[in-house]
């Protein structure tokens, strides 16, 4: 049971990540808003993708590359693997595990390459972004603040979500423990309380030690 909180909790606080793939479609200036939101089929990410302007493709793949989403696919198979490699190290003996991982890795490359997810994110910038707009972020990133941004962004990112999945779980949990007594099948569910003296109370003082005597001198 406390094992279903936890991961409960854990999703809780991923929440505005996982909140991302729901937001609103954007339609490009000068489109009507009926061209755009289309039926769920016809905006499938296997749909055909859009004509893009070459001059206005080959901005956004050079955006990409400074970036460094040129490697998001990678990135994303990569991911994937693990969590395959992860759910079937339970049920595979270590010599089958390699030989499936190295046929998965093939065959998942084939059905899905890194190229694929690239191309797919063409269209995506050239509808949000004019050629103005990529030539001034290909100017921002290029430069030297650009490139340290690049570098020390995903590990703001990465501890940003940290810290905030740490404070969304603590609050959550002491909500939790606030409706216990309105709702006493939680009390079986939280985690016990770590015996920590209060930050508020008092702490206990060490006695103080009576002073020496100097040793009486001998006659």
Do not use: C, W
Not at 30 to 39: L, R, Y
Not at 84 to 105: C, G, I, T
Not at 136 to 143: A, G, K, N, P
Not at 200 to 217: E, F, N, S, T, V
């Amino acid at each position: 049971m406390k094992f279903s909180l936890a991961v409960m909790i854990a999703m809780f606080a991923a929440g505005p990540a996982l909140a991302q793939s729901a937001q609103p479609v954007h339609t490009q200036p000068g489109v009507a808003a009926s061209s755009t939101q289309q039926s769920p089929q016809a905006q499938s990410p296997m749909a055909a993708p859009q004509k893009v302007d070459p001059a206005k493709e080959k901005a956004i793949r050079h955006l990409m590359e400074v970036t460094g989403t040129s490697k998001l696919g990678d990135n994303m198979t990569e991911a994937v693997s693990f969590q395959v490699k992860n759910a079937m190290s339970r049920r595979l003996p270590a010599d089958r595990l390699d030989k499936f991982m190295a046929d998965f890795n093939q065959k998942l490359s084939a059905k899905g390459p890194s190229t694929e997810v690239v191309d797919a994110q063409i269209p995506i910038y050239a509808q949000h972004f004019s050629m103005e707009d990529l030539q001034s972020m290909i100017q921002f990133y290029e430069s030297p603040v650009g490139q340290r941004m690049v570098k020390a962004l995903p590990a703001v990112l990465q501890e940003s979500q940290r810290t905030g999945a740490e404070i969304e779980r603590a609050a959550a949990l002491q909500t939790l423990k606030d409706m216990s007594g309105d709702y006493p099948e939680l009390k079986s569910m939280l985690p016990a309380d770590e015996q920590k003296p209060s930050l508020g109370a008092p702490q206990p003082q060490p006695k103080p030690q009576a002073p020496q005597q100097p040793p009486k001198p001998q006659h």
